[in-house]
């Protein structure tokens, strides 16, 4: 099937202005007789369900969290790009857009990309009418820097914390509308089913993560903004709840999942330490602006780092990106330190991990400029490693951090499913191949603050909505099934735990589909995946009962899922036989090294359509049109 985006007609530059101005509008006395679940409460779902309360709807909004202000988003750190040109250095709404399609190597849709560069503007204003707290500078003017993929200063930025202090300000948002009664909060529930009526989405079934109780909630729309699903890898970036079963719930009921094999690696976080971690520390790509990342020449170098002299030492990204240095994309960055790690000429007690050295920019700028500007960051490396960044430099090496691929949505954010919205990085709608540092956060608020509210209010004004209670013969089996898969896992009584299989799952999908892949690997994982998931099944250990506070079961249930989707992303990236981005086929790399690109074949969105069990899922595609760029071999030399 070829997908339609329903990319409206007109200029790339009119297109969002001229679409919002033709579409149907709900009016306001009769907002409050639509309800809206919104799943998840990071910024994309709290921005989401402020606006939509603002707007007068009756918003139910759901979080696997005692809090939303506890949501990922809040570990976001470096910043979040806008077109403001403040620094005067030749930004515009076109180059962040020409950045942000060229960095996701030409797969993503240029309509949604030149949009969420237009709407990048209003998020600044918006957050500072909120009162996050962006640096400044002197003069009083918001303050910028840099990040990898562009050659200017966009990042707006709040120190190392401007995940969090975006999210407070979305939170704030959000709780104005609950006092005001538009909006209901249910912490520590998972949704752990969609509801289909009539082929919409009409609701969803969820578990109080305290109680256990099975629970069913109706509405005439549902928005899903669960993040990604980084953690499929078992070490990642991602915090621990951060997890794919309610986008994959929503892909077994027909939503079709696009794009899963673009998992980003960021190139800067702090090493694995050991076997038995749990989880990876991102340092900010932030650091890449006055850091300097190094190797020593000599594979097998052992001196500390500060006795190796300077004509001894390999900065690797500066000597072979001089356009761009230190602030390579994420994708180069990352594969370039796994190449010199592989060979020979990895630091620290694994050698994988190379040198981001603050020497210069101490010696040039003073301790005391490095310490306002990352202060918190180095404290927060200091007190994991117990090295000081201010005296020697940073061990990294990358980690999975951000997943590029998601339910697959149109121009309106709405998947397959109508009625059932994707926002945030749970779709996979706006980053291609690879997403440049500080897009995220934009893109969360955009969906949330400036998109949904028009695109929800011309689904729901142009159509036809009955009442449907939850006790619809739809509530009921979707209930039913997730009781019955709740059972299924209680009942096994193996002898492995759920940490143990997870582990498993995330070393085989690490070593052989993550910074680079081949077909022969690919295979090999898929094979794995499969023997992890039919292991599962027969030997998992979940203690305790389902009628209350049971971490291993929430734990199993979404590692079953994991198993599962595994599945599909090893699918996916065997099928997408070229190199893009943060997905590097080794077969396909260009004389030098880079990702090699088939456009002919495969430019556009690979949507795939899951069919259940052992089953080969369909493969769906949208062609990419590129109407305002020319595809180009990506380069940052």
Not at 65 to 92: C, E, V
Not at 298 to 313: F, M, Q, S
Request: proline share 4%; net charge neutral.
């Amino acid at each position: 099937m070829i997908l339609d985006g329903k990319v409206p007609p007109g200029s790339l530059d009119t297109k969002w202005t001229h679409y919002k101005d033709h579409l149907k509008l709900v009016n306001p006395v009769n907002r409050r007789k639509h309800t809206v679940i919104v799943v998840g409460t990071g910024l994309a779902g709290a921005s989401a369900a402020a606006s939509l309360g603002e707007l007068g709807y009756n918003v139910l909004a759901f979080t696997i969290l005692d809090s939303p202000r506890r949501a990922h988003s809040i570990a976001a750190q470096g910043g979040i790009n806008a077109a403001k040109n403040y620094k005067n250095d030749g930004d515009s709404v076109f180059r962040l857009f020409y950045d942000t399609i060229k960095g996701g190597d030409f797969r993503a849709r240029e309509a949604n990309v030149h949009r969420l560069a237009e709407v990048s503007v209003k998020i600044i204003d918006h957050c500072v009418a909120q009162g996050v707290p962006f640096a400044r500078e002197y003069g009083g003017f918001l303050d910028n820097r840099s990040f990898g993929g562009a050659q200017l200063s966009r990042t707006f930025y709040a120190r190392g914390q401007t995940g969090q202090q975006l999210l407070i300000g979305a939170y704030g948002a959000l709780m104005r509308q609950v006092d005001e009664g538009t909006v209901k909060i249910f912490p520590r529930r998972e949704m752990l089913d969609l509801v289909v009526v009539d082929g919409r989405a009409r609701g969803i079934v969820t578990r109080d993560l305290v109680t256990g109780e099975i629970e069913r909630w109706a509405a005439d729309a549902v928005l899903l903004a669960t993040g990604g699903y980084g953690n499929l890898y078992f070490l990642s970036t991602n915090a621990g709840n951060c997890n794919v079963t309610a986008a994959w719930r929503c892909a077994k009921r027909g939503a079709y999942f696009a794009n899963p094999c673009f998992v980003q690696i960021h190139p800067t976080c702090i090493p694995a330490s050991g076997e038995y971690q749990s989880k990876l520390t991102l340092m900010s790509e932030s650091l890449r602006n006055d850091g300097r990342v190094w190797i020593p020449k000599r594979a097998g170098d052992h001196r500390a780092p500060r006795e190796i002299p300077e004509g001894e030492r390999c900065y690797f990204l500066e000597e072979r990106y001089p356009s761009f240095g230190n602030l390579v994309p994420r994708d180069v960055a990352a594969r370039n330190c796994k190449a010199v790690c592989e060979a020979g000429q990895g630091v620290g007690p694994t050698g994988y991990a190379v040198y981001l050295d603050f020497a210069d920019a101490i010696q040039r700028l003073g301790a005391n400029v490095i310490r306002e500007r990352y202060g918190n960051l180095f404290q927060m490396y200091e007190r994991i490693v117990g090295d000081d960044p201010y005296a020697a430099p940073m061990r990294i090496y990358p980690a999975v951090h951000y997943t590029m691929g998601g339910l697959w949505v149109d121009y309106d954010l709405m998947s397959n499913l109508p009625g059932l919205f994707v926002l945030g990085e749970a779709n996979f709608s706006d980053h291609g191949a690879n997403r440049l540092g500080a897009s995220a956060l934009m893109q969360g608020l955009a969906d949330g603050y400036f998109i949904i509210p028009y695109t929800l209010a011309n689904y729901i004004a142009g159509t036809t909505l009955g009442r449907v209670s939850t006790d619809h013969d739809a509530f009921k089996e979707a209930a039913n099934a997730v009781q019955t898969r709740i059972d299924h896992v209680l009942r096994v009584r193996g002898d492995t735990s759920v940490t143990t299989h997870h582990r498993r799952l995330g070393q085989v999908m690490w070593e052989k589909c993550s910074i680079s892949r081949t077909a022969q690997g690919i295979e090999e994982a898929r094979a794995a995946v499969r023997a992890q998931r039919e292991a599962f099944w027969q030997n998992v250990r979940v203690p305790g009962e389902p009628t209350n506070f049971n971490k291993s079961l929430e734990q199993a249930l979404r590692v079953a899922d994991y198993l599962e989707f595994g599945e599909l992303v090893a699918i996916d990236a065997l099928a997408r036989d070229e190199s893009c981005g943060s997905h590097f086929r080794e077969e396909h790399a260009t004389p030098d090294g880079e990702a090699q690109r088939d456009d002919e074949h495969f430019a556009h969105v690979a949507a795939w359509e899951w069919h259940g069990g052992d089953r080969t899922p369909t493969l769906h595609t949208e062609p990419l049109h590129f109407e305002s760029v020319t595809l180009t071999q990506r380069s940052y030399k």
